[in-house]
Each structure stands twice: as C-alpha cells, then as structure tokens.
C-alpha cells in the first residue's frame, strides 16, 4: 500500500513543481502598477509605496511581485498633463492605474483605462456613476472604487441623525462633494417638521464669522462635512466662539475620525458631543489618513485578484498571461488581462487589511461595509456601535452607557438657574450664613434641599443663580423670543433651572423636563368670611317661611277638622254620668280647644290625654302624626348644618360658580402657566374665563404670586386668585384668612428644566424618583411648608372642628328667648285668670272683690295647703265671710287645677250643672 502510495503522489508533486518552475526560479517576476499622485498628496504616495513592500513581506517566494511606478502632476486641473502621465504609465506596461485624487482630472484616467482595459482604482469619494442607459453599466467599466459608495456614505449620515434623535441641525460644508453627501442625507430622511440650516465654510483659514453665526442658532446638532487637513481647525475655532458647548452636538463625515486629535479640544471635558465614523477595522503604522488607509488595501485588492488569475491560469494551458506588455496611446492593443482582473474584484468578497470587507456591486461600487461610531468624550474616545445597510447597531450595553453618563456628571459642574419665591428659594435675612450664596446672598428653601439631595446621590457639584427678569419663562409672539428661565436655558447659560416652575407642552417644545419632584393643580384662593354673631332665630333656618306658614296653616286647618268631624261622628259623643244608663245629654271631648292641644300635641312630639274614637276621627289624626313625623325628622336632621351655617357662607364654592358670577373679579400671574392654561384650554367655562380676566379694568393679572395673595386679603372677598395648589397650601399655613375653595381644576407638576436633548434628564429623574421612595421629598415638604413659619392656623382649625360640635349659647338663643316669652305669656294668661276669677268668686260670694283677691291670695302663697276649700271661710278674709257664689267658683278652680294636674275628668262631669247639692258639700282635691 505504502508503494503505492509512492507511485501515484510523488509523479502528481514532481508534475506540478515543474508547472510552477518557471515563475518560482531565481526572482520573483515584476508586475508593474502606476499611480499619479499630486504634489500635495505624499502621504497618498507614502501609503501606495507601503502597500507594495507590504504584500512583498506578506509572501516570501511570490511568483510575482509588485513594482510601482509613480507619476506626480503639479496641477490638480491640469487634464493635459494628467494624459501625459497615463500614457507614459502605459508606454511603461502597467497592470493597473491608481489615482488621481482629483475630480478634474479623474474622467480622462478613466476614459484611457477603459479604452485600453486597464483597471483604474480610485480611492477618494466619488458622486455615483452614470450608467449606460443602453446597457445598464458603468460608463467607465474598468474604474472601481475602494471608497465606499456616495449612497451608502449619505445613508450612513442620515441613519446616525435619526439614531441620535435630532429634530433639527445645522450643516456645514466645505466642498461641493460635502454639499452632495448633505443633500442626500436630507433627501433620504428628512422629515417636514424638522428644520435644517445649511452653511457654507467659506474661505478659510478663517471661520470664526460662519461659527458664530452658527452659534446664535436656536439649534444645537451640527453636521460637520470638511476636508480632512481643515477638521482640527475648525474644531478649535469653534471651540474659540463658544460653539463646542454643554449639549451641542457634532458628526463628523469624515471616514477616519479615529486618526484625529479630536481629544485634544475635549482636554477631559464633557462639553459638547462629538460623534464620528470610522472605516477602520484594523490599524497599519504610518496609515493615518480615510483615503490613505482605502488606497493601502487597494494594492493588496489588486495583489490577491493577480494571485487568483495567476492560479487559475496555472490550470489552464490556453490561459491569458497576467504580465503586462508596454502599450502606446496612439496603438489599438489592449491588455488582455484587465477585464478578468477587474471581474475576479468585482465577484469575489475580499477582506481588506485597514478597512474591512470589501464587496462590489456589477457596477463597481464598493456595499455592505461597516463604520464604527466614535463618541469622543472626556479623556478617551468610546465606539459606541458601528452602522451597516441595515441601519445603526448599538454595541454598549445600557448598564455601561449608564456607567459612562454617571462618570461624566461626576465630572460636571452644574450652573443651576432659579427663581425667588416662597418657600421654593428664599433669602436668609436674620443675618445667618445658612444656605447657599448668590451673588453675595444667602438663600434657602425647599428646591435648593431638592438639588442638595440629587447631588448627594448624583455626586455632582452645582452653584445657583437668579434669572435677571426674575420670570418664569413664557412666550412673546411679537418679539418671537422666550423670557425668563426659558431663555437662560435656550442661550445654555444655565444647565439646570428649578422652582415652582410647571412643566407646560409649550416649555416643553424648546426644553427638556424631568419627573415632576411635586404634583399639584389650580385652585381659587379666596379670603374666608369675617366671624359674625349667628341669627337669633337660626333655628327656624332648616324649613323655609313659606314651610312654616304651611305648617301652621295645616296645624289650624286640621284642628278644625278634627272638631267639625267629631261633632259630626256618633262615636265621638259619651255619657258624662257613667252610673246613669239613660242620660239625658251626651257630652263631647273635641271640642275647639282640646282639638287644638291634640294637634299642638302630636306636632310637639309629647302626644295628649284626649284620643280619637271614631274611625273617622283617627284617620285624621293618623295622617296628622305621619306629617309631624316626617317633619320632625327633616327638621331635626338639618338644625345642626343651620345652626352652623354662617361658618361656611362662601359666596363661591367651585371655579364653575366663579365663572358664573360677576361680582368678584378673578386673576392670575401674568404670563405664568395657569393663565397660559385659561388661554389655551379648549374648554368653554375656561375660555369665558379668560376673556372675563383679558377684558377686566383695571387688570386682574399680577406680577408675582406674593401680590396675588395681597390682593386677595385686601380686597376682601371681592378678589380671588387662581393659582397653584401647593403655594396655596403654604400661604395658608401662614395667614389665617386665607382659605382654598373647590378642588383642582387641572393635574401637573413641578419639574427640573434642561436644554434640549440633555443627557443628564434620565439620571436626574431616577434621582428624584429614589428621593420620592424613601420619603425625602415628602419630609422636605413638610419642613418648608409646616415647621419653617407654617402651622400657625392650626389651632384656629382645632377650634373649629370643635365648634362644628358643640353650639354656643348665640346659636340657640332664639329657643331660649321663645322659652321665655312663651313663659311669659303663660303667666300674663295665669293672672288674667286669676283676676278673672276673683271677679266671679266676688260676684257669686257676694263679697267685695279686694276680700276676694285676698283670700285667693293668701291662699296661692300658702304652699303647705294641699287642699282648698270649696268655699272662702272668713278667717281668709279677715272680717268678711265666705258666700255661695265664691264657693262656687272655689269648686270651679279647684276643677281646673284638678284637671290640669291630675287630669281627672269625672269631676267635670259630676259638676256639670254646678249642682247646689254637690256644691255644699266640701270636696278635698288632693
């Protein structure tokens, strides 16, 4: 087996070392490849002479080897001198024509190349050929460009502008090629609400003017599309103009930003944000530049298609020879080998020393090439993705982008605006060195403990300063320019700005927000009512006039029906002798006046002595009790709400009662969000609203929620203000006459402002979410708002919640004074009867009325008398005796108080007729 094995291998190995004798023996034949450089490009030149040695080093026994032959033209527009250099290259029988640079000159090296079928490699960006529209092909088929295609190029741009989420930018370019790779970006993804600005560079070497304007911009993104050698020079001037800022953004076009100092203008800094590309993949000592790096693989492009026709050609003995043979300008003869060169490139995918795959279309145009995204920051440059066909690819994760953001806060130093106002920011002026310092001030307050506590857990440093117009930052049509904190935010004067500043859909358009560190909405502040002495009769308050007049109409109507109906009712008629069977008269219980105290009665809730006993009779007095029942309860149920009515007597309960109104004027602050939120709302009674306030004279707007509040308690209860819910609930902590009335017409919050696109939004509001958790915010609250100079009504609320309870002798004054006067009444009918009395005890005892009042007298103040005689005996008047007539009318006295205490009505019946018998006998009313 193993001789075999001799026989059949050994032959097969001597055959194919003798194939290959002739090109292995002594030194590697030279293939010839020409370039034209201009004179401005050597290190295009140094790049092309470091890609032959190169491929020379790469392989020790080559069949072949690559030998340059260079031609430097003076001009870049010189199209005749560039035709000489082809065709002296030719004469010289090159394999391939690399170069030149120029776009001038380029078409004439392209035209010859194809004429004679030589490759022609170019290396610089290109505008996208024309093809032949009878073919479909390139105009110059035998011309193939390493640099990635124009198309890609501007997709790549227009892709990043999308990733980095860039409403707006401006655009900078040098050249027209620049101007191009723009347009299309554009062309490709702009969309009509986003707005683009396009500047011209100008002649250099100044372009401070250009940058400066650009800088006045109310747009931070910036395009940046200069030649190479100009990028660095343009950096540092727009850092000189103040352009390389905190939140303006750059991307730079060019292919090789990685071979730039651009950390030197960063210097560790985190202003600004410099993102740029690079087709990279692997680095080559020397090689710094995009094209440099492009024309580098291009020689070894050109190699590795050479090895592979020369290896198909090894197989093939009818093969074209790959050695160029000289050609002349003025002859037909082509090179033979050129069409197969250029097609083994084009069909075969090679990986490129510096830069990566490369890949052709049939058209020559380099595709489906990455670019590596550089986010230059600080002291170091981070790839944070890298762009392909399908679009931005991010290869951080989000822990490390956190990671990354986090260190750069650390790094920053955070210029923070407010505003003056209770108790947000306020000015120490006890003499004290708390707080912190503004322009030689202490301030204090509750936003300044908020950035206190951000920073502590951030581990960022921060100084404060007044916005100048002291306004919160709104919108003026005419002048088209923002005030305010909105202002400061938009010239990147300030990186932060907080105070009750509301976070609003018009703020938001220009500026970024945080989380809301505090909810709250619009309310009305409105004075409470001065303290008055309750009604008298407050107690008639829970049933109106026109209820009692019914009511007491009803008490007489069904009093009288009561007495017509049992007169007109058999069973209401009664024996008054029991012990005689066969009486001649029937008496009746209802008569006017016990028909009356029935009613009076039931309504009293104390009921009667008198009942109904006719069917008739107790159907009325049914439906009468029902009446009182119901009306008793409703009674009772709102005596307590009117006895205390007076403490709640607003003129106004909710903003649709203020609407309504005209007696009250109503205001906001000029040009703050709630009166933003009263023009723009889509809502009628809102829109009434602020017509009501636009139209008022004198105006109802004010300056400051301070002179709000002022208004409000000086022109009492004739002015309300709509404001803030929180600042109302602090100023009531602290003046006791103030009170909020309704709930809250709207939802929103206060939040952190930052200029647009601000990296730090998304750290800061995870900050203010974790001090919402542990309770921070909540316990500054009550710090600023309760422990700091509030709480002073507390006590009065107390009061109230008591007084809500227990009612004070002014609130039921009016039972007692009808107490009284209904005593005073009993007493006034008491001595009339008494008096009346005496007539008929003088008349029927036939004694003087003085004797009379004496006897009646003495006998009314003797309390130890338990019984009265039915007649007056003489000893009660002294020297008079009693008669018949006055012991008639004692027995009718002693009916009555017996009646009216002891309700014994047998004794008005045996005593009817005021018989003389009974009348002679003395009974004892016990």
Not at 59 to 67: R, T, Y
Not at 285 to 313: C, H, M, P, Q, T
Not at 399 to 426: C, D, M, N
Not at 537 to 546: G, I
Request: charge should be negative; include cysteine; glycine fraction near 6%.
């Amino acid at each position: 087996m193993a001789s075999y094995r001799r026989n059949v291998v050994l032959p097969f190995i001597v055959l194919t070392l003798l194939k290959l004798l002739p090109y292995n023996q002594g030194a590697s034949r030279p293939i010839k490849i020409g370039a034209i450089f201009h004179q401005d490009e050597m290190e295009y030149k140094a790049a092309f002479d470091r890609a032959i040695l190169d491929t020379i080093q790469e392989n020790p026994a080559p069949a072949f080897k690559l030998q340059s032959i260079i031609k430097m033209v003076d001009s870049n527009i010189d199209s005749f001198k560039t035709k000489l250099a082809v065709c002296e290259l030719l004469e010289e029988g090159v394999a391939a024509i690399f170069g030149p640079s120029s776009p001038h000159t380029r078409g004439i090296v392209a035209s010859i190349a194809t004429h004679f079928d030589i490759p022609h490699f170019e290396y610089v960006w290109r505008e996208q050929e024309k093809l032949d529209p009878n073919v479909n092909e390139s105009l110059t088929p035998m011309t193939i460009n390493i640099y990635p295609d124009s198309e890609m190029v501007s997709k790549a741009i227009a892709d990043v502008v999308i990733w980095n989420e860039w409403k707006s930018f401006v655009a900078i370019y040098e050249t027209n090629d620049g101007l191009s790779r723009i347009q299309k970006a554009l062309t490709m993804k702009r969309q009509r609400d986003n707005p683009i600005t396009i500047r011209h560079l100008g002649a250099g070497p100044d372009y401070r003017s250009v940058l400066k304007e650009v800088g006045t911009l109310p747009i931070d993104n910036i395009i940046l599309d200069v030649k190479p050698e100009n990028i660095m020079t343009i950096l540092y001037q727009a850092k000189e103009v103040n352009l390389i800022r905190e939140y303006t953004n750059f991307i730079i076009t060019y292919m090789d930003s990685s071979k730039l100092p651009i950390l030197e203008i960063r210097n560790g800094t985190t202003q600004g944000n410099i993102t740029g590309f690079s087709l990279r993949q692997n680095n080559v000592d020397g090689i710094n530049l995009a094209e440099s790096a492009i024309l580098y693989d291009a020689v070894f492009l050109l190699y590795n298609a050479l090895k592979i026709l020369y290896a198909r050609n090894s197989d093939n003995d009818d093969s074209i020879s790959i050695i160029p043979v000289p050609l002349s300008c003025d002859d037909e003869k082509k090179y033979e080998a050129g069409p197969n060169i250029t097609s083994i490139i084009r069909e075969l995918p090679m990986k490129g020393q510096i830069t990566g795959l490369i890949c052709f279309d049939e058209n020559g145009r380099r595709r489906n090439f990455e670019l590596r995204l550089l986010d230059f920051r600080g002291f170091s440059s981070i790839e944070m993705g890298y762009w392909d066909e399908k679009g931005v690819h991010s290869t951080r994760s989000k822990q490390e982008l956190e990671s990354y953001l986090f260190k750069s806060i650390e790094q920053t130093h955070f210029r923070i605006a407010t505003k003056v106002g209770e108790p947000y920011v306020i000015e120490v002026t006890d003499g004290s060195t708390r707080g912190i310092v503004i322009d030689k001030k202490y301030y204090e307050g509750y936003c300044i403990d908020v950035i206190e506590n951000i920073s502590k857990i951030l581990k960022f440093k921060y100084s404060f300063m007044l916005v100048p117009d002291n306004q919160y930052g709104s919108y003026n049509p005419k002048k088209k320019s923002w005030n305010g904190l909105m202002r400061l935010l938009l010239d990147h004067e300030a990186d932060l700005a907080i105070c009750d500043l509301t976070i609003t859909s018009s703020r938001e358009s220009i500026v970024d927000f945080t989380m809301p560190f505090m909810n709250l909405g619009i309310s009305i502040l409105f004075s409470k009512a001065e303290e008055k002495e309750p009604e008298l009769f407050s107690f008639l308050k829970p049933l109106s006039t026109d209820v009692w007049i019914y009511m007491a109409t009803a008490y007489l109507i069904v009093s009288l029906m009561l007495y017509l109906q049992a007169r007109m009712a058999p069973g209401e008629w009664n024996n008054p002798h029991p012990c005689n069977p066969d009486p001649e008269e029937l008496e009746n219980n209802f008569d006017l006046k016990n028909s009356l105290w029935l009613t009076v009665g039931s309504l009293m809730q104390q009921g009667s002595d008198i009942l109904p006993q006719a069917p008739s009779i107790r159907m009325v007095a049914g439906m009468w009790w029902f009446f009182t029942l119901i009306m008793v309860s409703s009674y009772t149920a709102n005596l307590a709400a009117f006895l205390t009515i007076d403490k709640m007597d607003n003129p106004i309960t909710n903003v649709e009662e203020l609407a309504k109104q005209t007696k009250i004027k109503y205001g906001a602050v000029d040009g703050g969000s709630t009166s933003a939120f009263f023009r723009d709302s889509n809502y009628s009674t809102y829109q009434r609203m602020w017509a009501t306030m636009a139209e008022a004279r004198p105006s109802v707007f004010t300056a400051t929620n301070d002179e709000g509040v002022e208004r409000v308690v000086k022109d009492k209860r004739a002015y309300a203000f709509l404001m803030e819910s929180t600042t109302i609930e602090y100023k009531m902590e602290r003046n006791c006459d103030l009170q909020q009335i309704g709930s809250l017409i709207d939802n929103k919050g206060y939040g952190i402002a930052l200029p647009r696109n601000s990296p730090y939004r998304t750290p800061i509001s995870g900050a203010i979410l974790t001090l919402q958790e542990k309770g921070t915010l909540s316990e500054l609250k009550t710090k600023w708002w309760q422990e700091r100079g509030g709480g002073k009504c507390k006590k009065d609320e107390s009061d109230k919640e008591a007084n809500s309870i227990e009612l004070g002798l002014a609130n039921v004054g009016g039972v007692f004074l009808v107490l009284m006067l209904g005593c005073a009444a009993s007493l006034i009918i008491a001595i009339f009867e008494f008096l009346w009395n005496i007539r008929k005890v003088a008349v029927e005892e036939k004694i003087t009325p003085w004797e009379a009042f004496i006897a009646e007298l003495k006998f009314a103040i003797n309390i130890s008398l338990e019984t009265k005689p039915v007649k007056i005996s003489k000893s009660s008047i002294g020297t008079s005796s009693s008669t018949e007539g006055g012991i008639g009318r004692a027995a009718s006295t002693a009916r009555s108080i017996v009646g009216s205490f002891l309700r014994l009505d047998i004794l008005d019946k045996f005593d009817k007729d005021n018989n003389p018998n009974n009348r002679d006998n003395d009974r004892k009313i016990n």
